[in-house]
């Protein structure tokens, strides 16, 4: 899949097909667009579904969210990033990297919102730096 889609501005578009306003952003997420790091329970995969455990969180405009409880139609237009962009800028690769060095101890689902939940709290205040 392209980059460019791993980030995406949500449109109208796609809702078009078979979405309708009243679902959760993981439908989007997940089936329109085929990205499968956000987790989301009523698909099979692990997660509360209610705000609680962390496997479907996103960023909505750089803000750490949890898709299971936004429905799409309070989102037109905003920037969603999910787990699968997180290391496209210096601050995202360097959470990741600290990630992996540290072996950061986690759940499989669980994980990815803590990866995100870290990368928003260092913002842009981390600057990037060598070795
Ligand atoms: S699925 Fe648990 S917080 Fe969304």
Redesign the pocket.
Known sequence: MAGELWSFRLTIRPIRSKLRATQPLPWVIRDEIGMTGT???CKGDY??????????SVLIDGVVA????ILIAGIYGRKITTIEAIDQDDVGQRVVASWVKHQVAQCGYGQFGKVIAARNRSGNALTPRSG
């Open positions: 987790k989301y329970t997660g509360c579904g209610l705000a609680q455990c962390v496997a479907c949890r898709s299971c409880v």
